[in-house]
């Protein structure tokens, strides 16, 4: 919220915070200000502005202690913990998907509409590489929404590469943005890929329900699965689970190993275009349709929790819009496009009343 002449404005919260586990958490809202608050949100220690909204995720450089924001105009800033300003550049493309680091070879590297891929010094901001990208099919025919490309967020291997997806392909480049390989997938992609260290492989998912099983090294396709409906929310992975949803909400595990179907969840698939997350016990977490984040075991994919946002506030929508994140001190965010930001508090491990 903000506060005009004594009157609060809702401010959409369409970024998942970054937590700073035992300190706070840092928070962007769409009204461009970035704000670092207090664990249980009742003290803000600093605000500063970008010069646009902020919807792609903040990125945590753990190493440095620095927090980066991406604003939709292109501008990529990077704060310490004190909210120092330590480096800031445009890339002067519009950034909605998630940046992603490469930590052993201090890259940050960016998805951004208009079909690029920029990657950044972590250290000082400086660009280190400016590519374009495959653009979608319909980009020739005057589609509408080509310009609107890549929505999937970049993933990182162990290796330093990035998985980069964009229009109807996936694509492997190097940290310094050469191509290594691609794949066209015949379908658009929005879900962020995952990379599964552990079996050289990284899967895509294209909107058709297919899960594209590729090896790490070459692209090569290694197998698929199909799930029976449009992906757009993005998967996650938890040993050797992977957590999938799709629009007709039903949330799918899928062994890695075996690639095979080994739960199915109906009704907790992540609200479209959020994500699953992991929380620090290796279970599953989503903003449900509902507006409410539910948690799913990852063996079994039961039911756990669900969390509850009515308030008794006047005028009070209880939904929340984007994927929660949880810090391992068991404080847990999320928000919504009404404006708010919530904090949740697990119980801690051990902590059981007497009988």
């Not at 903000?2 to 009204?31: K, L, S, W």
């Not at 940290?175 to 929005?190: F, K, N």
């Not at 890695?256 to 620090?280: C, D, H, M, N, Q």
Request: hydrophobic share 40%; charged share 20%.
């Amino acid at each position: 919220m903000r506060e005009d002449h004594d009157r609060p404005i809702p401010v959409p919260v369409c970024a998942t915070p970054a937590v700073v586990v035992g300190a706070g958490v840092v928070v962007a809202g769409y009204d461009g200000y970035v704000s670092f608050h207090s664990r249980f949100l009742d003290k803000v220690y600093w605000s500063r502005r970008l010069d646009s909204p902020v919807y792609a995720s903040l990125v945590v450089d753990a190493d440095r202690r620095r927090v980066v924001a991406a604003a939709t105009s292109g501008l990529v800033v990077c704060f310490d913990l004190r909210g120092r300003r330590v480096w800031s550049t445009n890339v002067e493309v519009p950034v909605y998907a998630t940046p992603t680091l490469l930590p052993e070879e201090d890259v940050l590297v960016i998805a951004a509409f208009g079909g690029r891929c920029v990657g950044l010094d972590l250290d000082s901001g400086a660009l280190l590489f400016n590519r374009s990208l495959r653009e979608p099919w319909h980009a020739g025919h005057g589609g509408s929404a080509a310009g609107r490309d890549p929505y999937a967020s970049p993933a990182a291997t162990a290796g330093g590469l990035v998985i980069v997806c964009c229009a109807e392909h996936v694509l492997c480049l190097a940290p310094d943005g050469t191509e290594l390989w691609s794949q066209d997938l015949g379908h658009s992609v929005r879900a962020s890929p995952v990379v599964l260290d552990s079996q050289e492989q990284v899967v895509a998912f294209s909107v058709d329900g297919r899960c594209h099983f590729l090896a790490g090294g070459d692209g090569r396709w290694r197998g698929e699965v199909e799930l029976g409906g449009k992906i757009i929310a993005s998967p996650a992975v938890s040993g050797d689970v992977l957590a999938v949803g799709t629009q007709n909400d039903v949330a799918f595990g899928i062994d890695v190993r075996t690639r095979e179907i080994v739960w199915r969840s109906p009704g907790y698939a992540p609200r479209e275009y959020t994500s699953f997350t992991v929380l620090p016990d290796g279970n599953f977490a989503a903003t449900s349709a509902r507006g409410n984040a539910v948690g799913l075991s990852r063996s079994d994919g039961r039911f756990l929790w669900e969390t509850s946002q009515v308030l008794g506030l006047a005028d009070h929508d209880p939904a929340m819009d984007i994927t929660p994140v949880a810090g391992s001190d068991g404080s847990m965010y999320c928000g919504s496009y009404s404006g708010m930001l919530y904090h949740f508090l697990f119980r801690p491990e051990g902590e059981v009343e007497n009988a």
